[in-house]
């Protein structure tokens, strides 16, 4: 499988990269997202993109998936930034995702 899910993120402490998200198999149901997830760090997903898996942004809105876009690698100051807009920008942003709460 190519496809994966992103649910959730937590940034760094200065907020302009990620730390880590939580991947997923795509939803045929519900339970079966919940059971499939996984803590991906951000150089494991800088990897996986690397070797063409594809990472697509969803949240639940009153019970239902919503797919909010494909994660890109994009380049800006020489360095490697996750975007879901390909904006040209140094700062990651998958848009409006849970935050992860549990402290790693």
């Known amino acids: 499988m ?8 937590q940034f760094n402490s200065a907020g302009d990269r990620l ?3 939580f ?5 045929e149901n519900a339970d079966r997202t ?4 996984r803590l991906y760090t951000r150089e494991q997903l800088i990897r996986a993109l690397g070797k063409g898996k594809r990472f697509i942004i969803a949240n639940r ?3 239902k998936w919503q797919f909010n876009g ?3 690698l994009i380049e800006a ?11 040209c920008i140094p700062v990651d942003d998958l848009g409006n995702l849970a935050k992860i ?4």
């Not at 190519?2 to 993120?9: F, H, P, S």
């Not at 991947?23 to 939803?27: D, E, L, Q």
């Not at 919940?34 to 997830?37: K, L, P």
């Open 70 to 72: 494909e994660v890109h």
């Open 77 to 87: 100051n020489g360095e490697p930034y996750l975007r879901v807009d390909q904006a």
């Open 34 to 37: 919940v059971d499939g997830m």
């Open 19 to 21: 730390a880590y998200v």
């Open 101 to 104: 709460r549990a402290s790693i």
């Open 23 to 27: 991947v997923g198999i795509p939803p």
């Open 2 to 9: 190519d496809e994966l899910i992103i649910t959730a993120v």
């Open 61 to 63: 809105q009153r019970g």
